[in-house]
């Protein structure tokens, strides 16, 4: 029984012993959590004022100096009990973006998501002085936030405060001033916030560009040059490893979060700006295709749009697809064998979908501050300048040339000039080339003017490298320009000519010295004289005989405009020109059906008559009528089909001959500086049956009291063409006798 009894307590004691451990580790664990929640232990007020000193003295140094600044005292386990607890906030502002210097070894700069970064920043700044300590006068209109300037990164400081650092300095700050509004939200600032912190400016759009020249801290005051060179060898050394880290950072966020987060946190954001800074990436081709899988078949961007709230609703997420289809153009160009034709091609045809509304967003002038985000190449929801780094790639250029050709039309060429300001020129080329052959009759209306032009009739090449390039692919597609000019096809003939002579600069003058040979012998064939001109005329030296000048005719008076606002006296009035006008041309032998339709297509485009004057030729044969021309069509007035209607200024010929009735547009390379100048004369000097116009007008105005017009300041000039099918343009001298006037000579 003893023994049992022994036993007993033993098992008795070993239990309470057992408990104790139990009590002693509960109440570690109580003890360490307590510490854990109250932050590190506080420095002592000798620690304090040694850490302050330490501050203090950095604030006096030159910046120039801060990067190889060692502090004595202000170590990172020091470092990490200030700002990891609350005596910080009994620093100025200036102390505490100082002491932030020094934190490029430890952890006080570690961070998982960029929203983790505003946390912290806002943690030590949220309650910053905002008098006399140096806070940032925006602090006001930003609320309590206030946006500290980071001292930093250097090249001597870890991986993980580096990319704190960088994205702190580089993110767009309307992502720490509202992070819990989307990124693409442009009513939260009126384009304040697009470009970082420490960009010296808004023209500064570009993460990227501010990652690797903006970060680390090099300034112009050195005392010498070797200084500055130091500096930026650090400051190089720093970019080098800035770039991957914060392509390695924002790679493992998306990652780890997807599309969960907003603010700082959007997974477009997060993309965009990934492919900005390492757009070669080999990992940012699958992560982007799963942020459309996410992003894109969640739009209700193309339902109706009903009310400010929908619409502002729908410009942000406008925004955020273009943002989106920026950095899939930008990944296809910096890693093209990871994408498929497919995938191109899609990414394309989205940017076509996408582009009305974003058109709709850069024409609405009551957000003149969003449209930055569009039109700054640099822009972070601007997609077409990603153009360049696609078409740069074969396989993205023939994608590229399939969109483009196949632009659908809408008015005006802005749509499609958008796509082809950063189209290399050979891939321009060679689809308007292709377009205006197919068009083997010619179609006036697209090559006239850019209001009735639409879609792929939109596009030009670049005709500076046309017409000057001396590599065989520009002399290639010259020669395919060659026949299109000599058939004379309505506007085209002119609109091709211009274009390959740089306006007659290629062909006459200075210019002209370094163009090449083919475009040399175009000039001689077509070009006889430049567009200004005096006498003798400065091609060929000769002047022009009395007998080759149309006589002026004396028509009866035009009716004048109604004086009344009554809208039934304006209609007769404009009934009563049109009537004058159809009775001028049959007087002068034009057909009544060619008059019926000419008086019918201006009234269709709201163009009226206010003044006219006609020549006719010696022989009788030809007449030219002039017509003054105001008024025009509402916008969206389409020009008629019936009728060849190629330009729309203020100035409109009617070429009679041989029974025809030709309209002729002229071009506004031939206008002066505020009109289209007053006809001198008409002149068929070279006898081919196409007259000539003479324009006279001026340039310059006479502000100067001592300025003697016509000497000093509006100078007149002369300008002169030849009409050849529907459009007045370059003189092309044929010699007399040396062929008659063919059928496309005349109307």
Known sequence: MRDEGVEERAKRWQRIAALMVVLLGLLFAMSWWARSRSG????????????????????KTSPQKWSSLTPREATPERLARLYGGLQFRQLSVPHREAG????????????????DIVRQMDRWFSQAPSAGTGADPAAAQNGSRYLARMRGPFHHWQDTPIAFAA?????????????????????????????GLASPGSEELDFGFCIRERNGWVTSAFDTPQARAAAEADARTLRARAEPLVGQRLAAHLKRRGCAGTGPDDCVLAAALWASVSP???????????????????????????GEAPRQARLTEALRLAALTRATLISIGGAPDLWSADAVTSALKQLARLQPVLDAVANDRQRDWVI??????????????????????????????????????????EPTQRWLKRTPPALSASIAISHWTSQATGNPGKIGTARSRSG????????????????????????????????????????????????????????????????????RQWVSEPQQVTEPLPGSGRR???????????????????????????????????????????????PADSSARLVQTLEQLHRQIDSAAAWRSRDGQQHVIALGLWGNAPPDTAPPTSSAWPYTEDRLLLWLSAGRLQVVGI???????????????????????????????????????????????????THMGEIWADTLSFFAWTPPGAGAATSSARP
């Open 40 to 59: 590190p232990a506080a420095l002592s007020d000798d620690e304090l004022r040694a850490v302050v000193a330490d501050i203090d003295a950095a604030l």
């Open 100 to 115: 932030l210097m020094w934190a490029g070894q430890g952890d006080l700069l570690r961070f998982d998501s960029p929203s």
């Open 167 to 195: 994205l702190w300095n580089c993110m767009p700050r309307r992502v720490w001033v509202h992070p819990d509004r989307s990124p693409f939200d442009a009513e939260v600032d009126r384009g304040t916030g697009l470009y």
């Open 280 to 306: 070669g990436d080999r990992q940012l081709p699958e992560a982007l295709r799963r942020i459309h899988a996410e992003v894109w078949p969640a739009t209700t961007l193309w339902g109706p749009n009903d």
């Open 372 to 413: 930055s985000e569009l039109r700054d190449d640099r822009g972070l929801a601007n997609p077409w300048p990603a153009l360049q780094s696609l078409a740069a790639h074969p396989a993205g250029a023939a994608s590229l040339g399939a969109q483009l050709a196949t632009m659908p039309d809408t008015p005006g060429c």
């Open 456 to 523: 792929v009739g939109c596009i030009e090449p670049d005709w500076s490298w046309l017409a000057r390039a001396s590599e065989a692919e520009a002399a290639a597609f010259r020669l395919a320009l060659k026949p299109l000019i000599e058939k004379v096809t309505e506007g085209l003939h002119e609109h091709l000519l211009d274009g390959l002579t740089l306006g007659g600069a290629a062909c006459f003058g200075p210019e002209a010295t370094g163009t090449p040979a083919d475009v040399k012998a175009l000039c």
């Open 544 to 590: 022009v005989p009395p007998a080759d000048v149309f006589a002026a005719l004396n028509l009866p008076a035009w009716p004048e405009a109604a004086a009344s606002a009554s809208e039934k006296e304006v209609n007769d009035a404009l009934r009563a020109r049109m009537s004058h006008l159809a009775a001028l041309l049959g007087q002068l032998g034009a």
């Open 667 to 717: 071009p506004l390379r031939f206008a002066y500086q505020y009109d289209s100048g007053s006809v001198e004369r008409i002149t068929d000097i070279d006898h081919d049956g196409r007259p000539e116009l003479w324009l006279t007008g001026t340039f310059g105005e006479c502000d100067g009291e001592d300025l003697k017009p016509g000497e000093d300041c509006a100078i007149s000039t």
